[in-house]
């Protein structure tokens, strides 16, 4: 397992470390800056709840509440109250506990 702090750390690379799903692939994409790539890895599995939580995750970061909503639901979690990075590290983290 890759803990969070080595996850963070690989995002000054050039690409996500091997072998990470999709949702983390999207994870590490939007901290590393590219939310449009992040985008692209989970509209490839939407219908997975990993996939549909970093995706209502994104469209919170970009603003669009009513399209996070959407997907916080599909995945079964509540709306998020917590600020991004703290989202992200939640997500990131119960994420890469099951890798």
Do not use: K
């Not at 939580?53 to 979690?77: F, I, K, P």
């Amino acid at each position: 397992m890759t803990t969070i702090d080595a996850f963070r750390e690989s995002v000054s690379a050039a690409a996500p470390p091997p072998g990470l799903a999709l949702p983390l692939q999207a994870l590490w994409w939007v901290r590393h800056g590219d939310w449009d790539r992040a985008h692209e890895c989970v509209q490839q599995c939407e219908g997975n709840q990993d996939c549909d939580w970093v995706h209502a995750h994104l469209h919170r970061q970009e603003g669009d509440m009513a399209n996070a909503g959407g997907w916080y639901r599909r995945a079964g979690r509540p709306v998020s109250d917590l600020s991004l990075p703290d989202e992200w590290t939640l997500i990131a983290t119960e994420m890469l506990s099951r890798q």
